[in-house]
């Protein structure tokens, strides 16, 4: 197949302080085709353009490259730079002429000013260019909210389906095989979008989810369903498609659309019954950190997902920091926090100075105050790396520095980036089978490392722009009525719209 491949993503947190410009993406991945070697090699760090690349050279397709473009989650992007980059993709694939197939990396949760709907609007767009004929394919994030005009577009979406996300590969395999079907005439697919009025955010690691999928994969087994995903939907993009949903690409024909029906009602109850897990109860602070100090299973690990960049959030909050010091905690580790001001006093000072340190606390008020220790530099690091979800060293960190205050050692960096991976820490000099805390900055994709090294782990909430408080959101465009926020029943929920394309 001549295959036309294109990554534009950005998972947009509407209560986010930070806003996402050319520059944000311009500190994320950039890749323009034509920018050399160098260039294509980070657009392959990203996921989804790496794995399709790979994915479509073993098949021995004829690949075009598109843009790959990607932020760290923020505010919404800003309108011109939205135009920019997508007609910037619009214009690469008109240039490619005739393609067999388009396949685009999306995330679903994309909102730019002027744009609530951004995948909606680029797969429209892709659409009336290539005509109604060439199978268009977009890989989502499960946390992508579905809207209409995505189903509409007539592409076959695909999400992951693991939280972590770490079926990238295995995702990529399906949409492909479905898109190279397609086009040698083998099936003819359809989709059919269940909503589902829930928010919350759904790790697949426990066992009611892990249940789910297994369900998911034995109904994807059955005759004429080509892929099923369940979307979890992101709770802090305020739009009116925000949510949860069920998603089945099916192949065309009475019996198959039946099935597929039967299976995404299924399946939407099945999931809706689940609701309480994405809403679990979180500890204070407090209670977090006492909790954490008291535990004696070895190394405890402390998310502190509402300061979660990969959220959108601003990465420089104090709240956690300030009742560890409070508390004089000791073999304690923190990170990272987003300081580029106090990385370079910490470089510039260098390793075993002691200096006055002010800390994090500077975006906003979900930030809290400034911290001011004396510090010592222990560690500094310039262009610090770690691994990814996707298995990969290449995730930048900036320039990194560790210090500690007390018994504290805190990690500050000069790129907005969550932790992964114990590299944040390890790569400083902190060991952590010395400590008895890490706080880290993550909301749940941590998890993929950090679990065969917690004796526990731990949630707190703290203020951010991730607060799992929802209730409390100045949300303006979600729908009502939407589980938590109201009381909602069964059949009510279940009763609710259906979209699609044939
Ligand atoms: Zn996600």
């Known amino acids: 197949m001549h295959i036309f491949l294109a990554a534009l993503a950005h998972e947009t947190n509407s209560f986010s302080p930070i806003p996402t410009t050319m520059r944000a993406f311009e500190e994320g991945i950039l890749y323009r085709p034509g920018g050399g070697d160098g260039a294509l090699a980070q657009a392959r760090d990203f996921p989804g353009y790496g794995f399709l690349l790979d994915v479509a050279r073993a098949h021995g397709d004829d690949v075009t490259f598109g843009l790959c473009a990607w932020a760290q989650p923020g505010g919404p992007v800003a309108r011109a730079t939205w135009e920019a980059l997508r007609d910037e993709l619009l214009e690469q ?53 579905l809207t209409p005009a995505m189903t509409a577009s007539g592409a076959v979406l695909v999400a992951c389906k693991e939280y972590p996300h770490t079926d990238y590969l295995a995702r990529t395999r399906e949409l492909h095989a479905i898109l190279a079907r397609m086009a040698r005439g083998e099936c003819r697919p359809a989709v059919l979008v269940r909503t589902l009025p829930m928010l919350g955010l759904f790790g697949t690691g426990d066992a009611p989810m892990r249940a789910l999928l297994d369900l998911v994969r034995a109904c994807e087994a059955q005759a004429g369903i080509l892929s099923i995903s369940l979307m979890h939907g992101f709770p802090w993009s305020d739009t009116a498609a925000t949510g949860a949903a069920v998603m089945v690409v099916h192949d065309t024909g009475a019996a198959h659309a039946a099935r597929a029906g039967r299976i995404a009602a299924q399946l939407a109850q099945s999931f809706f019954a689940l609701r309480s897990l994405g809403a679990r109860a979180m500890l204070s602070v407090d209670d977090a950190v006492a909790a954490g100090l008291a535990d004696a299973t070895g190394l405890c690990v402390l998310a502190d997902g509402a300061d979660n960049p990969g959220g959108g959030a601003a990465c420089d909050s104090t709240f956690v920091l300030r009742v560890l010091i409070e508390r004089d905690a000791r073999d304690v580790a923190l990170g990272m926090i987003w300081d580029p001001l106090a990385v370079q006093l910490a470089m510039d000072a260098g390793v075993g100075a002691e200096l006055a340190l002010r800390i994090g606390g500077k975006v906003g008020v979900a930030s809290g105050q400034p911290v001011d220790v004396r510090a010592t530099v222990t560690a500094v690091r310039r262009d610090a790396r770690q691994h990814g979800l996707a298995g990969r ?85 979600l729908r009502r009525p939407m589980w938590p926020l109201d009381a909602i029943g069964e059949a009510e929920a279940l009763g609710l719209a259906e979209h699609g394309h044939a």
């Open 93 to 145: 694939l008109r240039a490619a002429g005739p393609v067999d197939a388009v396949v685009l990396v999306l995330h679903g949760a994309m909102i730019a000013h002027g744009y609530p709907d951004c995948e909606g609007d680029l797969l429209n767009r892709v659409r009336a260019l290539v005509g109604p004929a060439v199978p268009v394919g977009a890989l989502l994030d499960l946390h992508g909210n």
């Open 393 to 477: 060293y290449t995730e930048a960190l900036g320039d990194a520095v560790a210090v500690r205050a007390g018994g504290i050692d805190i990690v500050l960096n000069t790129r907005r980036q969550q932790v992964f991976s114990p590299e944040c820490f390890t790569q400083l000099g902190i060991d952590l089978a010395a400590k008895r805390l890490v706080v880290v900055k993550s909301t749940r994709h941590f998890r993929a490392w950090f679990d065969a090294i917690a004796g526990t782990t731990l949630f707190c909430d703290a203020p951010g722009a991730l607060n799992s408080d929802l209730a409390s959101l100045p949300y303006a465009h």
